[in-house]
């Protein structure tokens, strides 16, 4: 199984450093091509993803002339199961995050984040594997550490409760590895590699968790610049917990 964790900036394509931030950083809120999201949908295509976890994706807002990025990549990743999870819409943007997939969902929910200013939510699915169900999570937490240490906390509350098969993906936006020790307490194995800035990578911010009941096999990041995120690329299989090799994992 092939996994993509991805931050796609919602198509802006900030890529050659902090200085395109000035220049470019008109189009989060102004109508704008979406220039990063065909590279992004080419490199999912080539890589055959199984699933990916898509952060920073506008399904349809003015900045984007009402066109849904997430439309189009399904339409031509060939990633036919896909839902999205919104942040609060606003006039100018339509702004979360999605898994795609090609295994069939059977169940999804949205759990609201704890926020006190931006609201965020945790996305969950839970997909028909080969004829195993297996509960895929998707998070993009807050900028603030007390913040995204509540969020951390409620999410590995939720992990815990969930039974069988679990994959949590996201942007974490933590450089501090030790507050994710919430998420490794609570059963899950931590897959990460430098990814931010993607024109010069020194920060872990995106991140594969997954339960015991897979082993990794490889992971990577490709030096491939659609947004201010590399994406990481996580092989994995379904094991039992003797078998699980926690790969790029610090």
Not at 29 to 40: I, T
Not at 71 to 78: K, L, P, R, Y
Not at 109 to 134: C, F, Y
Not at 183 to 199: H, K, Q
Request: aromatic share 8%; hydrophobic share 40%.
């Amino acid at each position: 199984m092939r996994i993509i964790v991805a931050n796609i900036q919602s198509g802006i394509g900030i890529t050659k450093g902090y200085r395109q931030y000035l220049t470019s950083g008109w189009r989060y809120f102004f109508p704008h091509g979406s220039r990063g999201v065909p590279h992004a949908t080419a490199f999912l295509k080539a890589q055959t993803t199984d699933i990916a976890f898509l952060m920073e994706v506008d399904a349809g807002s003015r900045r984007t002339r009402y066109r849904s990025q997430l439309e189009a990549i399904v339409n031509d990743t060939g990633l036919s199961h896909a839902r999205f999870f919104s942040t609060p819409r606003t006039r100018h943007m339509n702004e979360g995050s999605a898994i795609i997939s090609r295994y069939p969902v059977l169940a999804e929910r949205a759990h609201p984040l704890p926020s006190s200013v931006n609201q965020r939510v945790l996305g969950e699915l839970m997909l028909d594997v080969d004829g195993e169900t297996v509960t895929a999570f998707i998070a993009h937490l807050a900028l603030g550490a007390k913040p995204r240490g509540i969020q951390l906390a409620y999410i590995a509350e939720i992990v815990r409760a969930t039974p069988g098969p679990v994959l949590l993906g996201g942007d974490f936006n933590e450089r501090d590895k030790g507050a994710l020790r919430l998420l490794e307490d609570a059963g899950l194995t931590r897959i990460s590699a430098r990814g931010y800035p993607s024109w010069k990578p020194r920060h872990e911010l995106q991140a594969l968790f997954l339960s015991e009941h897979f082993y990794v096999a490889g992971a990577s990041v490709p030096q491939v610049s659609f947004s201010d995120h590399l994406p990481l690329i996580v092989e994995a299989e379904a094991a039992g917990p003797a078998l699980i090799r926690p790969l790029y994992a610090g």
